[in-house]
């Protein structure tokens, strides 16, 4: 049996880590894609005591450290994840108190969306229907109909890979374009707090259900994908960022396959795995052939929006 100590454990007591860490795990499940090869080591906290003890035995293993939510923002290598993969889906509540809405990472969207309207707070509902948890959209400061996940932060919680919990409120640090400073310094959220408006609860759900709509009218819930796949690029002299998905469009490749991935007929951002028969290998082939054939046509490289994990 390994036991390790948590830090954030007062008691003293120490964890199971056999009880927690499973080996050799295909990960096709944990992705909204559908593909993906397999963990060397994963687990699944459902405390933040665990999840400090994962910390603390990856660090004493010497084992590299991945974290993972939903995996609808990540593409995972087919030759797998070498360390230790932490899914932090268990890691979930939501709380509301006057304008404050507070959420553990592993919480999703939905439910935060749902908590707020029904406490008759505004600000999160441009965000109905987004897939993915709390923490990956803090993360990458995940961006629906002109609104960021940023522009409501009020502090986040985070622990270092030295398994101590730190805070920050949000005017400490610069959040970017599908960046934050946590994404910058490889930092685990576990916890965020959010400023939200008052306003009639019916007002609120009124537009989450139609934000939610027009995400299935664009048809993002379609076939297993990744949502985004690019960034929308700046160009310089430009003030809005120009459609990455328009882009691709021109291009002409709308529909265009490599091996069983597809780019959406619908949607030039979207690759989709229609028979989830793909590939890891084939969606990345698919992701160098567009930006390849972007570059050419409009002479602009398009960044990645979502995460690559894995062996590459």
Known sequence: MILVQSNVRETGEKINMEHLIQKDILLESYTSIKAGGRAEYIAQPENYEELSGLLAWALDQQQDVNILGSGTNTLISEKGVEGLLIDIKKLRKV??????????????????????????????????????????????????????????????????????????RKDQYLFTYRGSPCKCNGWIITEVGFNLTPKPSIEIQDKAKGYR????????????????????????????????????????????????????????????????????????????YIQMQVKKKHDIALELEINLLGNW
């Open 95 to 168: 709380h509301t108190r006057g304008t404050l809405l507070t959420a553990y990472a592993g919480s999703s969207m939905e439910s935060v969306v749902k908590a707020a309207g029904d406490a008759g707070l505004s600000g999160l509902e441009y965000f109905s229907g987004l897939p993915g948890t709390v923490g990956g959209a803090v993360y990458g400061n995940a961006g629906c109909f002109g609104h960021e996940v940023a522009d409501l932060i009020e502090w986040i919680e985070y622990m270092t890979p030295d398994g101590e919990m730190h805070k920050m």
């Open 213 to 288: 709509q027009k995400r299935r009218d664009m048809g993002h819930y379609r076939y297993p994908s990744l949502g985004s796949i690019f960034k929308n690029p700046s160009i310089e002299g430009i003030d809005e960022r120009i459609s990455a998905g328009k882009l691709i469009d021109e291009a002409g490749l709308l529909g265009h396959a490599v091996g069983a991935a597809k780019i959406a007929e619908y949607h030039g951002n979207i690759i989709i795995n229609p028979k989830g028969e793909a590939k890891s290998d084939d969606i990345y082939q698919l992701i160098e």
